[in-house]
């Protein structure tokens, strides 16, 4: 069973940056590589639906992000490390939401904004940033 791990949240000042992280493990008893993975962002405010915030492709040659997050997050990955980081700059308070890290199954190539076109999730990260 594929697991993902999100790190990196916290509290900060409007204006300030933070950085995600999301972990992956059990991929040598799926027999997979982290590489199989088209890798995503997503969060969710208290009371709103969840958003897409990034993808990146299995190789790491493309990134995708939500209009709201073009020009202030940044999105990469290290196959051999198993993990993908967000670097989150400029925060706003309307970025304040729990941020999950998600997979689409081996079997996608492509990045899908859609959350349900995502099979494996993290358990969320909270970002919270005050005016």
């Known amino acids: 069973q594929v697991q993902l791990v999100e790190s990196g949240g916290g509290l900060v000042q409007a204006g300030g940056s933070l950085r995600l992280s999301c972990a992956a493990s059990g991929l040598t008893y799926s027999g997979l590589t982290f590489s199989s993975f088209v890798v995503g962002w997503f969060r969710q405010a208290p009371g709103k639906e969840r958003e897409f915030v990034a993808a990146i492709t299995k190789s790491g040659d493309n990134t995708y992000y939500g209009e709201s997050m073009k020009g202030r997050f940044t999105l990469s990955r290290e196959n051999a490390r198993d993990t993908v980081s967000l670097q989150m700059n400029s925060l706003k308070p309307q970025d304040t939401a729990i941020y999950y890290c998600?997979?689409?199954?081996?079997?996608?190539?492509?990045?899908?904004?859609?959350?349900?076109?995502?099979?494996?999730w993290g358990q969320g990260t909270q970002v919270t940033v005050s005016s």
């Open positions: 998600a997979a689409r199954s081996p079997l996608n190539s492509d990045y899908d904004p859609a959350p349900h076109q995502y099979r494996y």
